[in-house]
């Protein structure tokens, strides 16, 4: 298999459920859900004009990728973190076994943070799923919800109250697993998105998931 990566870094997880853990971040390149609060459309494009040739050529923020293989990714990845988190741009694009396969063999868990648009993640063995369901964006793209029975996390960002309303309709839609953890994320560190989540979350035992990187000026 071939997946273009747009950047690999060792951070801290600011988001959900694993808050505080630390984690190598793999981003692949290429989404087209359209988000309008996306923090890394730089991820979205796969034009031809920013492929390279290694992985020298794109780490950075940037539009560049690097078209590589599983074992090729594993070698680039730092030492010493337990946890590689794949995010993008939109991984689930990718049939992601055969590179689940290869970070398992190289002693790394691995979690994973797609749209809900995408199953390729499905049976694929990750040790974490995160989805963050992106209704109603400007891509145009469905959310797909035979695969909610797989996650673990539901990370839903929410800046007023007619969001809480979207998820609810998506949960009387899907089947979850069981354990499933639901986490309300304020949109942009909104002081009064934050404190309707705090009021939702208060009230049905869901998460506050507040962007912990964001406020410590870490990526």
Same mark, same amino acid.
């Given at each position: 298999m071939k997946y273009n990566v747009n950047d690999i870094y060792n951070c801290i997880q600011g988001e959900g459920v694993l808050t505080g853990v630390p984690m190598t971040m793999l981003r692949l390149q290429g989404c087209g859900v359209g988000c309008s609060f996306c923090d890394t459309k730089e991820t979205w494009s796969l034009s031809e004009n920013n492929k390279r040739l290694s992985?020298? +050529? #794109?780490?950075?923020v940037n539009p560049l990728y690097w078209e590589a293989s599983q074992s090729e990714i594993v070698s680039e990845l730092p030492k010493g973190i337990n946890w590689v988190l794949l995010s993008g741009g939109e991984p689930a694009n990718y049939d992601l076994k055969p590179l689940v396969n290869a970070?398992?063999?190289?002693?790394?868990?691995v979690a994973i943070?797609?749209?809900?648009?995408?199953?390729?993640?499905c049976d694929a063995g990750f040790d974490w799923v995160c989805i963050s369901p992106k209704i109603n964006q400007r891509g145009?793209?469905?959310i797909i919800y035979d695969i909610f029975n797989q996650t673990d996390e539901i990370k839903f960002v929410?800046?007023?109250?007619?969001?809480? +309303? #979207?998820?609810?309709?998506?949960?009387?839609k899907v089947t979850l697993k069981e354990g499933c953890q639901i986490c309300l994320q304020p949109i942009s560190q909104s002081r009064r998105a934050t404190e309707l989540c705090i009021k939702v979350a208060t009230e049905r035992n869901y998460r506050l998931s507040v962007q912990v990187h964001k406020y410590l000026g870490i990526n």
């Open positions: 992985f020298l +050529d #794109v780490k950075g970070l398992h063999d190289n002693g790394r868990k943070e797609t749209s809900g648009t995408a199953d390729g993640f145009g793209l469905s929410v800046g007023r109250s007619s969001d809480v +309303d #979207v998820l609810d309709d998506l949960l009387s």
